[in-house]
Each structure stands twice: as C-alpha cells, then as structure tokens.
C-alpha cells in the first residue's frame, strides 16, 4: 500500500538537483514525526493512542507501541498539590496480545470498560475493578483470528439504559444565574441484562458485536456490510453513532467512497429476567444485527478556492487533488431537553495534505480541511411515466430517502490532528499539530472565541476559558469536563494542560460579568458532571490551581442553587439519605480546603467532611439493619461486623467530641449569659465545630440516624444468627455501647432538645420553608452562625445542655482521646495525623505504610503485606481485600459503591499489592 508520503511527489523534484529532496521528506523540529502521524490517520480510522475515562482513568500506549500504562490526576498527600500520578503498567498486554503492535485504545460511556485494539484487529478488554490504576481483563485477545482483513477501522461502545441529568445552559434573569435541567434519555440499541458490548467495523467490511453475557462471559456475532463492487469492501475509516432510529454507520472506502447504512441490533429474547436465568439458561439474551440500506456514495471534492457562495458540489476541484482523508467522524447534535434532538446527525471528514506538499506547493491550499455532510430525507420522485403504470396495489406509499448534504467547509491553516466531542457533547474541540485547540459549538459549528453573550453560558470555551499555547502533540485526550487535556509529544511522552481564563482582570481593568461567567461555567460543568454520575477531578484541579477562597465560595453557592440543594431538612429527613448530589456537593467543597496530610482542614471545609462522614455512619447502619431484617436475614461474616464495630467507636466518639467541646462552650459563654448583645458578639468570633454540626438540620438529621442504627445494632444482637468470629465481634460492638459514659437515649434526648430550639427560633423569627434554606446554607456553606440562630445558641448553652449534665459522666468524656477523628486542630490531633492512618471505611486504626509490607492494624509488621487504597480526592486509606460476592461484607461495600470509591465519592488508587 502507498504511504502518504509517497502522493503528489514531484518528479521533476525527484530527479532534479539533490537539494531539492530535503525540501519536503526531512520535516522541522517542530513538525517531527507530523507525518508519520497523518500517515497513520489516513491508512487506519482507529489509532486514538491515549484515552481518558469518565471515571478519571488515563490510558496510553507507549511509544514502542507494546504495552499500555494507566495514570490518573490525584492530589498529593504530602503537599496537597494536583499532579498527573506515576505510570502503572497494564499487565500482561504483550502476551495476550501475541507481540502484535497495539494501535488503538477506546473507553466506554461510563468510563470502567477500556478495550485496547492490535493492529490485527484483536480486541482485549479490562474493566476498571477496585482502583483506577488496577484494571482487571474481561476478555481476551486470543478470542480472535490472526487476520490482515480484522483491522479494526471504527468502534462504537454500546450505550447504557439509564436517564441523566443534564443542564443545557446558564442565563442571568434579574441580575441572578438561572440554570435550566432536564432529563435527558438515553439512546439505543441497549444490552437487556446491562452488560458491556462494542461494535467494531473491519477493514474487510464487517461489522463485529463483542457482548458480555449475563454470567460475565464474552460472546460475538458478526455480518457484512453491503458493498456495491469489490473494491468498495476495502475500507479505511468508520464512523458510528448511536441515534433514535437505529446506529448510524458511515465508512470511507480505499476507491474514496463514503457510505451511509443503518444498524439495528435486535435481542431474543428483548427482556431479561435475572431471577429466571436459573430455571431458563437457554433464555440468555442472543443479538443479531438487521441492516437498513439507506446507503449514499458521496464522491467527495477538496475545492482549493472556491468562490465564496457556491454549491460545493457542483465545484470540481483540479485533477488528482493531494487531500487524504485523516479523519471521520459522525456527530450526534446535543439534547436541548428530554424531547429529543435538536438536528440530524453530521458527518465530519477531516482532509490534509501531506507536509511535503503543502511546503513545496503552497498554493495547493490549507493543510486540513474540515468537510461537513447533515443527514437528510427527501421524498423519492418518481418519473411521471410510472404514474401511467397499472398498479395491483393501492395507497403505495414510498419510502423517503436518505441523502448526505454537504455543509460549508471550513479551512485550517494548520494540520488537525484529532477532533473529540468535549463537554458532554456541547462543544467539538479541534486539534493542531502546533498544539492549539480551537472549540466549535456542536450545534452550528460556530468558533467558540471567549465571551460573546455575557448573560448566557453554554460551556466553558463560550465563557472565556482556552488553552494556552504549548509544544506540539500528535496524540490528545480531554478529561470528562474538558478543562483538561492530556498529550503525548513525539517522544511518547505525557503532558497535562489545563484551561486558563482572565476571570475578568484584562489589560488592568477589571469586568464583573466575564468574572461572573467564568465561575458559573465552572459550576455548569459540575453539575453536568454531578447528573451524570461522572469523575469531577479535573474541575476541582482548575478550581484549586486558578480561584481564590472567595471565588471558590461563590461557586460553592451557585452549586447548591443550581442543582439545586435546599439543605433545609428540617422537616424531611428520610430524603437524606437517597439524596443524589448531597455528597458530590460537600465533596468537592472539603476538597477544597484540604491542605495537605499532616495539617487540619480549613474550619470551612471541616464542616463538610464531618458531615460526610456522618452520612457514611447512618447509611451503614440502615445498610446493615435491611439485610438482617426478619428471620430471612443474611447472617453477617466477621468482615462485617468488624467494619460496624469500628465505625461503632468512631460514632460514640464523635458523640462524645461534641458533648465534650459544648460543655467548655458552655463554662466559656457563663460570663456573658446575661448580655445578649455580648454573648452575639462573642459567638462571631468563636469557630466551633460541634455547634454548627448541631445548628445545621442536615448533619443533626444524620446525628439522629446513627443514634438510632446504635439502639437497633444493640437490641438486635440476640436476633442475629452468628457464630465463631461473628459472635465475638458482635459481643464487643455491645460491649462498646454498654461502656459509654453517656447512654444512647441520652444522645438523643439532647439532638432532640437542640432540634426544639432551632424550630423554635425560626418559627418566633417568621422562617417557613421558604426562608429556612438561606441560614441552613450559610451554616454549610459558609461556615457562619446566621443571627437568627444566636438566641437557639444560647437556649442550647443555658437550657438543653445543663438539663443533661446530672446524667453524664463529664470525666470520661473530658478525658477521653479524640485525636483519631481527624477532626481537631490541637497538637495532639495533628501528632496523630503525622504517625497514624485510619482506615475511612472500616474506621480502623492503622500504621503508617511502609512500602508493600504495612503494618496490620495493631501495629505489627504483616510479612505478606496488604491491599492498601488511597483516595484520590481526600488522601484518606482503606486497607485490606474484601471476601468473595455471597458474603454480607462484599454486598454492603458494593451497594454502599465504596469498591470503587471512597465515602467522599472519588476513586481509590492501589498504593500496594500483596506479593504475588
């Protein structure tokens, strides 16, 4: 096969004087290794080198294209920076893929299946299983044929069968944001049982389904595409799409044809029932493709000049054009809203010169050229001589037909070397080889330039954000908000960008709307982020690295409004606990005022870490009381009991931290009991912990919840079936509440007292449901006492709590050691923060990691070492492997999600393995 190079050489050139053949065969510094790359494009439709998963994994392949390295963005304990993570190998790649060279790398729509494709089209799959740089193989490339004809030319993962929340834009009403959400529904074809599967189209005209069966297995269909001659069955490029009516599948031929099908994927059965497959295990769900051949050849032109105004097709260009197709894509139109799309699919084709070319004949054109195609319908017209044909049957209604109408091309004075949808779907980032990134609205292909409509924002590029120039890069992917990109330069290695913005200060003025616009696209990516359930670590890297405390806090705000979050629960408790965005909220707001490891939170972002663990507490408990419901409980494995047994201390201790630090707040505020007007000004300068986790309704609620998990884990010890390990765990956690200084009931005298003097206070001062959210957001948010909630304080101080004094062991709680919560800003809480880990989850003590061989959880070396996990986001550790499915152990840490993720709701990375 030709190579690009080797297209529109001169030949006078060739035979001329020898300096003419360093004009274009020996590239710049800057182009280096520029056409090999464009080489690569026009031969083969997929050669994406480096992919970057929702769920915040990085994969790429190494230059010497025989392994694939995972790396991901993660905070640095020892400092609190954002930085790319080292290099994990992706093992045993080189075996199972037989020593082929590895070309192409593709994640799916959630970002946990990544499949790594050979040049013989051989497809390998792994699965992201308890961290983001420990990928598990879910099917292997030995599966397939060794075959020249299985180069693999387009890919498409199939789509999952669930609605998202998504947000179409942000507009300013009466000086304020105003966000409009919708529900935006999925597209098919769907797996019934919910399981992977990935279209592949071959270089021989095929068209694959790999599908992951209900037990975990990996089947494959296969059929052909209709081609009209032999030569059409040679294929370069493929494009797919998932739309209403069927998958949109277009390919671009050796002859330089492009073709147009659709693709129904039928199943039998079309439902599955997972409680049937024991009785039924011939019913497991069989695909098979069913082919509509609305086909359209398009022969292309690349017109050079063409007058401006003029129908493209009907402009021939000069013989024997030096464009090669690099690049074909097809681009599905965002969703405005739940109703359906806003335009037919388009057909993106990217055509270039090869370098030597254009540098010896400029005048040929630019480098690239975007060429556009929108699917269309037309009726079919008929000659008016087959109305005088007798027909046997009546009402013939024919059928419309399916045209590619070319779109104004757009011309690069640079090469293109990748166009990716970003910002889910929103915006089609372009490219260069020079590293420059121009973003297109995905809707009109209008240049996203900086702030065109101060009052709206769409995405991040309309509202001013860019990226700055950098070096060139061949390869390039974008993070699931699209603030980041990662590239690999011409030595295989990896670079992070990150989108900048003036936030407002241009050429020493200073503009509040662009300020403005700046942090509600932020907030507008997050949300999007939040409503699809996506990894949120490259925002929260912009916001870290770019925004000053008071900006952060105004996104913070728009955040809770726009999602929206009342965080009034005064009166609504139970949905607490199901509340969908609650945790991605106080998660992203504790990350921000993390500093490093060995120091405290800042107070504003105690506040939210505190609470997110209270909610870990109280859906443990609920959690773990619905499994051992009713006589056909699950009996409990000692792995969970011993997980309740630890978040059992760290609750009574957390109980007694507050009970302890209110009883000093109380002697504090004796002096000033009778001035009300000295007793306010006193409390604007006190930051208490405790007091704002009891003044806030949301973190009282979950006070209230664990207090009664406790009574229900005490009261239903002797209807637990247990045995050895169990019983004996169990036996403690008992022992444990039977201990306390302070009984249960006591606990939840006082939350309640508390409760009645905050209600009290905002239905004196006129608060309804209306008012109560602003004070409850200030409590969270801000970290401040609203005024009309001074008087509840001092209730609190004067009433509730010297009512529970007779009955409260004040010794033991003063003398107890709450260093271990994390919590505190005292010399002894940030000793046991440089010396000590506790394991987020199980809530455990444990050593210092050293190396692969850790200490056990009392401190002694383990010789075998253990699987010890680090958040990304909080830098907090979960130590240990989790037993096999059936156990109650393995089912809570999978329902609760905390397999893959931490309680704040980022991901683990594996900072050991056990010796293998």
């Given at each position: 096969m030709p190579m690009i190079m080797e297209d529109g050489i001169n030949m006078d050139d060739l035979f001329g004087e020898s300096a003419s053949l360093e004009l274009g065969l020996t590239p710049t510094a800057s182009t280096r290794g520029l056409p090999q790359r464009l080489d690569e494009m026009r031969l083969l439709g997929c050669c994406q080198k480096i992919a970057w998963s929702k769920q915040g994994c990085i994969a790429y392949i190494t230059q010497d294209a025989s392994r694939v390295n995972l790396r991901h963005l993660e905070c640095r304990p020892s400092d609190g920076k954002w930085v790319l993570s080292d290099d994990t190998r992706l093992f045993a790649l080189t075996e199972v893929h037989g020593g082929h060279p590895l070309v192409h790398l593709c994640w799916n729509e959630l970002g946990s299946e990544l499949a790594v494709i050979d040049s013989s089209g051989r497809v390998s799959i792994y699965n992201i299983a308890i961290a983001l740089n420990s990928l598990s193989g879910q099917r292997q490339a030995a599966f397939d044929p060794d075959d020249d004809g299985g180069q693999i030319v387009g890919t498409m993962w199939l789509n999952v069968q669930r609605s998202v929340h998504s947000f179409n834009q942000a507009a300013k009403v009466q000086g304020r944001w105003a966000y409009s959400p919708f529900r935006r529904r999925p597209i098919g074809p769907f797996h019934p049982a919910g399981k992977a599967g990935l279209i592949c189209v071959t270089r021989s005209?095929?068209?694959?389904?790999?599908?992951?069966?209900?037990?975990?297995?990996?089947?494959?269909?296969?059929?052909?595409?209709?081609?009209?001659?032999?030569?059409?069955?040679l294929?370069?490029?493929?494009?797919?799409?998932?739309?209403?009516?069927?998958?949109?599948?277009?390919?671009?031929?050796?002859?330089?044809?492009?073709?147009?099908?659709r693709v129904h994927i039928n199943w039998t059965p079309a439902q599955w029932d997972p409680s049937q497959l024991k009785q039924a295990p011939n019913q497991i769900p069989v695909p098979s493709f069913r082919f509509m051949h609305s086909k359209v050849d398009v022969p292309y032109n690349i017109p050079m000049n063409r007058p401006p105004g003029?129908?493209?097709?009907?402009f021939s260009s000069p013989p024997n054009p030096p464009y090669c197709l690099t690049r074909l894509d097809t681009i599905l139109a965002t969703q405005d809203n739940s109703a359906g799309m806003a335009a037919n699919p388009w057909v993106i084709a990217v055509f270039s010169v090869p370098p030597h070319v254009s540098a010896d004949h400029p005048q040929q054109g630019p480098p690239s050229v975007i060429v556009r195609w929108q699917l269309e319908t037309a009726p079919q017209i008929l000659h008016p001589k087959f109305d005088e044909v007798a027909s046997k049957k009546t009402n013939v209604q024919i059928k419309p037909k399916s045209l590619l109408r070319r779109l104004d091309d757009i011309h690069c004075d640079k090469y293109v070397t990748s166009?990716?949808?970003?910002?889910?779907?929103?915006?089609?980032?372009?490219?260069?080889?020079?590293?420059?990134?121009?973003?297109y609205d995905a809707k009109t292909m209008a240049l996203c330039n900086g702030v065109s409509d101060a009052d709206t924002v769409t995405c991040l590029a309309q509202a001013g954000f860019h990226y700055p120039s950098d070096s060139a890069a061949l390869h390039v992917s974008f993070s699931p908000s699209g603030c980041n990109a990662v590239m690999l330069d011409r030595d295989g290695q990896m670079h992070l960008r990150c989108m900048e913005h003036s936030y407002g200060a241009e050429s020493g003025l200073y503009d509040e709307n662009k300020f403005s616009a700046a942090i509600v696209s932020l907030a507008l990516a997050f949300c999007r982020a939040c409503g699809s359930d996506l990894n949120s670590d490259d925002i929260l890297l912009i916001l870290r690295q770019q925004l000053s405390p008071d900006a952060q806090s105004m996104f913070i705000n728009e955040?809770?409004?726009?999602?929206?979050?009342?965080?009034?629960?005064?009166?609504?408790?139970?949905?607490?606990?199901?509340?969908?965005?609650?945790?991605?909220?106080?998660?992203?707001?504790a990350a921000l005022g993390y500093t490093n490891k060995y120091k405290a939170r800042s107070f504003s972002s105690n506040i939210p870490w505190a609470i997110l663990q209270l909610r870990h507490a109280s859906v443990l408990y609920a959690l773990f009381l619905q499994f051992n419901k009713g006589a056909q409980g699950e009996p409990p494995d000692p792995e969970a009991l011993r997980i309740l047994l630890g978040n059992t201390k760290w609750a009574l201790d957390f109980l007694h931290y507050i009970l302890n630090e209110l009883l000093d707040l109380a002697d504090e505020f004796e002096s000033v009991s009778s001035d009300q007007e000295a007793f306010a000004?006193?409390?604007?300068?006190?930051?208490?912990?405790?007091?704002?986790?009891l003044l806030s309704s949301m973190s009282r609620a979950f006070l209230r919840f664990i207090c009664r998990g406790l009574r229900g884990m005490y009261a239903g010890y002797s209807a637990v079936p247990l045995i050895g390990d169990s019983r004996v765990y169990y036996a403690e956690i008992c022992q444990t509440l039977d201990s306390s200084p302070v009984r249960i009931d006591l606990y939840e005298k006082f939350v309640a007292g508390v409760d009645s003097a905050v209600k009290h206070v905002y239905h004196g001062a006129g608060f309804g449901d209306a008012e109560r959210p602003g004070p409850e957001r200030e409590l969270l948010v801000n970290a401040r006492i609203p005024p009309v909630l001074v008087t509840a304080v001092a209730t609190i101080l004067r009433q509730t709590l010297p009512a529970l004094k007779p009955e409260v062991n004040r010794m033991a709680i003063y003398m107890g050691d709450y260093s271990w919560l994390g919590l505190g800003t005292d010399p002894r809480s940030d000793m046991y923060r440089r010396t000590r880990d506790v394991d987020i989850v199980k809530k455990i003590p444990l050593g210092p990691a050293v190396g692969r061989d850790e200490p056990h959880q009392d401190g002694k070396p383990n010789g075998h070492g253990q699987l010890r996990r680090r958040c990304v986001r909080c830098c907090?550790?979960?130590?240990?492997?989790?037993?096999?499915?059936?156990?109650?152990?393995?089912?809570?840490?999978?329902?609760?999600?905390?397999?893959?993720?931490?309680?704040?709701?980022?991901a683990w990375t594996l900072e050991s393995e056990p010796h293998r």
């Open positions: 005209g095929l068209i694959r389904l790999l599908y992951q069966t209900p037990d975990g297995r990996w089947a494959e269909i296969s059929a052909e595409l209709k081609n009209t001659s032999y030569s059409d069955r294929l370069t490029h493929a494009a797919l799409v998932a739309t209403p009516s069927g998958i949109l599948v277009v390919t671009h031929s050796a002859c330089q044809k492009i073709c147009y099908y003029q129908n493209p097709d009907n166009i990716e949808q970003a910002e889910y779907g929103n915006v089609l980032a372009v490219v260069h080889d020079d590293g420059t990134i121009s973003f955040v809770y409004r726009a999602l929206p979050v009342n965080c009034n629960f005064t009166q609504e408790n139970d949905k607490l606990m199901s509340h969908q965005y609650l945790p991605r909220c106080l998660s992203i707001q000004q006193k409390l604007k300068s006190t930051s208490s912990l405790p007091l704002v986790i907090e550790v979960l130590c240990g492997a989790y037993p096999p499915r059936p156990l109650l152990s393995f089912r809570m840490m999978y329902k609760l999600s905390y397999v893959r993720n931490c309680i704040c709701g980022a």
